[in-house]
């Protein structure tokens, strides 16, 4: 939206369709409330200047709510207000309510009159900036392409801030919408906090004194059920939505007020990625993976970085009167997606996120706006899926996945840990060899993992597996690094959906398709190896980038 422009933007949020269990006919369907939405969020995307408008606070969140999350809310299983958390201008007959509307600002609902009022329910956006101290402007480096860290953290545009809460539970949404940091998550007592900084504390230690919350959803979709956790390692453009029950925690320590810190325990020194220093003065060797895999736990600061101060203080007989929520584990929340099956998958594509040329690339080409490489045939309800591998080249970095337009499940993590020893290229190494991949699927939980996902974290020399199904819109549509400056600099691609039965995504190129990076089953007369690459086609790639710089095919064949 160029100055002094504007557009505007329709949102329908419709569901995409399944065919309902038992339909006798195709035209039996119904939506599929599994891919209903949740915690969104929104940000700026000019293309070249992502990491720019992003590092100045252009970000938002973006709150959805299906009719069974509200009851959820009404019925006090999740935190809130009751029904008076969830009203409905028309049904609750608010239209003739005089108090309805600010005094001062019409059109507007006056303060807690909003059809959405939840004070138990708190989303918190987490940016770090590098604050001129002469100007009080935020400071960005046009010509830093490796990824954005700041030292001074903000929680929706304050740094440091203090929040005051009481002795219930809460629902907190952290969203990552930091450039290029990655954090992990914990809350501590405040005499813990404190120790942590005389003392330092290593991961075991720090283990033994973060406090228990539960988790109920990732991303954009909330869980079927919670799972608890101590710790949670959110990525660029990540969300995590959590339950704290601060009755819970300070139950045990003494009279309130009590303080307690939500702090970052992940070391992270530059755009590269999270890492830790080792005992020989420095040199940098890369964590395994975006949470702890047995035997290799990931590294953590001794000193955690405090990012909020929550302040426990006692409800007042107002508050009391409201039920407390009544989440625990086995509690039911969203409809468990079913797994997408094999026998679902249409069409297996690889995707190779690295380094090349100075800058960031996908399947050894950068960025350009006129072509898509992939073009997944458009299924207008869930007969047929894709399964997408997505490959880190390595050299250390790690790369945040996010695509647009459809969620997907995880299918399986592997993890090449020998090659974390590669990383001084400035360039992903040549790989020379196949990798060694370990199979680490099994440190994500089932509910997890079956949930529905818009990012994935490719930590480095790390393979994912994810399926999903295109259905409803055409495009085109992006997918990226969410490293900000890494797809400034060209590590993003389109795809576009092309429907009809007929349109072969393995073969046939849509029209403003230049070629598919397909493998497997992309085999045809012109593309006899199968392997990673582009289709013949009737002009050169624009730009022209080698496309053997996308490597041989490393995915050894999927049983059919």
């Not at 939206?1 to 006798?24: C, M, S």
């Not at 009481?166 to 005499?191: C, H, P, Q």
């Not at 390595?394 to 974390?420: C, M, N, R, T």
């Not at 360039?427 to 196949?434: E, F, K, S, T, V």
Request: aromatic residues 8%; negative net charge; contains cysteine.
């Amino acid at each position: 939206v160029l100055q002094g422009k504007a557009r505007d933007y329709f949102y329908p949020n419709i569901l995409p369709l399944k065919h309902r269990e038992g339909g006798v006919d195709e035209r039996d369907v119904e939506p599929e409330i599994e891919e209903s939405l949740s915690t969104l969020w929104y940000h700026d995307h000019a293309m070249d200047i992502t990491g720019f408008s992003v590092s100045k606070g252009l970000a938002g969140f973006a709150l959805f709510y299906t009719d069974w999350e509200l009851k959820l809310i009404r019925e006090g299983v999740l935190p809130g207000l009751g029904p008076q958390s969830c009203l409905d201008p028309d049904q609750d007959a608010l239209a003739d309510d005089p108090g309805l509307e600010h005094p001062d600002h019409p059109g507007y609902y006056a303060p807690g009159r909003e059809p959405f009022h939840n004070p138990y329910d708190l989303p918190m956006v987490f940016q770090d900036k590098v604050i001129d101290p002469a100007t009080g402007q935020v400071v960005y480096d046009t010509d830093g392409h490796n990824g954005y860290l700041g030292d001074t953290f903000f929680v929706n545009g304050e740094p440091w801030p203090q929040k005051q809460v009481v002795d219930r539970k809460y629902r907190l949404r952290l969203l990552n919408g930091s450039n290029a940091r990655v954090y992990r998550f914990r809350i501590l007592s405040e005499a813990d906090f404190l120790r942590t900084q005389r003392e330092g504390l290593d991961h075991e230690e720090l283990e033994a004194a973060a406090k228990p919350f539960y988790q109920i959803g990732k991303d954009s979709c909330l869980w079927s059920q919670p799972r608890t956790r101590k710790s949670v390692v959110v990525a660029m453009a990540n969300r995590v939505d959590l339950i704290v029950d601060f009755a819970e925690l300070t139950k045990d320590a003494g009279p309130l007020p009590q303080v307690f810190y939500l702090v970052n325990t992940m070391p992270q020194f530059d755009g590269r990625g999270p890492k830790a220093k080792l005992e020989d003065g420095g040199d940098p060797r890369v964590l395994p993976l975006p949470f702890d895999v047995p035997g290799r736990p990931l590294v953590e600061l001794d000193r955690p970085i405090a990012l909020v101060k929550f302040v426990v203080g006692p409800q007042t007989a107002e508050q009391r009167l409201v039920p407390e929520a009544t989440v625990m584990i086995g509690t039911s929340l969203a409809p468990f997606r079913k797994p997408i099956p094999a026998a679902d998958v249409k069409v297996v594509r690889e995707f190779i996120f690295e380094r090349g040329k100075g800058a960031w690339q996908v399947n050894g080409r950068f960025y350009d706006p006129t072509i898509a490489i992939a073009a997944p045939t458009l299924v207008m309800t869930d007969r047929a899926a894709e399964e997408w591998v997505l490959r880190n080249g390595g050299g250390g970095w790690w790369h945040p996945i996010h695509i647009h337009l459809e969620s997907h499940q995880l299918v399986s993590y592997e993890k090449d840990f020998e090659a974390d020893e590669v990383i001084e290229a400035p360039d992903a190494p040549r790989r020379a060899r196949q990798p060694r991949l370990v199979d680490v699927t099994g440190s994500v939980p089932e509910v997890g993992s079956a949930g529905n996902h818009d990012t994935q974290v490719l930590g480095p020399n790390t393979v994912v597996r994810i399926r999903m199904r295109f259905r409803t819109w055409r495009g085109p549509f992006v997918f990226h690094c969410h490293n900000v400056e890494h797809e400034d600099m060209r590590m993003m691609s389109n795809f576009e959906l092309v429907p009809g039965e007929a349109h072969d995504p393995n073969v046939v190129p849509a029209a403003r398709t230049h070629g598919n990076a397909v493998t497997l089953n992309g085999r045809s007369p012109a593309n006899p190896g199968g392997r990673v690459g582009e289709l013949e086609w009737d002009s050169p790639p624009v730009p022209g980038t080698p496309i053997d710089e996308a490597g041989d095919a490393l995915i050894p064949p999927r049983p059919r």
